[in-house]
């Protein structure tokens, strides 16, 4: 079973970087590193478990949880809606955006 939970990490891990929402999104490439694998994390945790992430070198933090999932039937896909928070130098901002699961197991953003 590890054998097939790892590939589909480091796939979802490259799909998020597009993948989360301009608000969400850390300008800072070294706040990305930690968020977008947060972000692949929170596709595959169970609803209301929140992934954290911290970049230590900023102090700037965040995390990312799914926050319902539900099937999408005119689409006929598996879909989350995952919430985003990124704190920088304030008060947190918050986002959710819906992720949808394609035929060939990748997670894209339901436009």
């Known amino acids: 079973m590890r054998v097939l939970i790892i590939p589909m990490v480091a796939m979802l891990s490259a799909c998020a970087a597009t993948a989360l929402t301009p608000e969400a999104k850390p300008a800072d490439k070294g706040d990305r590193f ?9 596709r595959l945790a169970p609803v209301g478990v929140r992934i954290a992430w911290t970049n230590p070198a900023s102090g700037h933090s965040g995390g990312v949880t799914a926050i319902r ?18 704190a920088v130098g304030g008060a947190p901002r918050k986002t959710v955006a819906t992720f949808c699961r394609q035929p060939d197991g990748v997670w894209k953003p339901k436009l």
């Open 34 to 42: 930690y968020a977008e694998p947060a972000e692949a994390k929170a």
């Open 69 to 86: 999932d539900f099937f999408d039937h005119a689409s006929g896909a598996y879909c989350r809606d995952i919430q985003t928070e990124v």
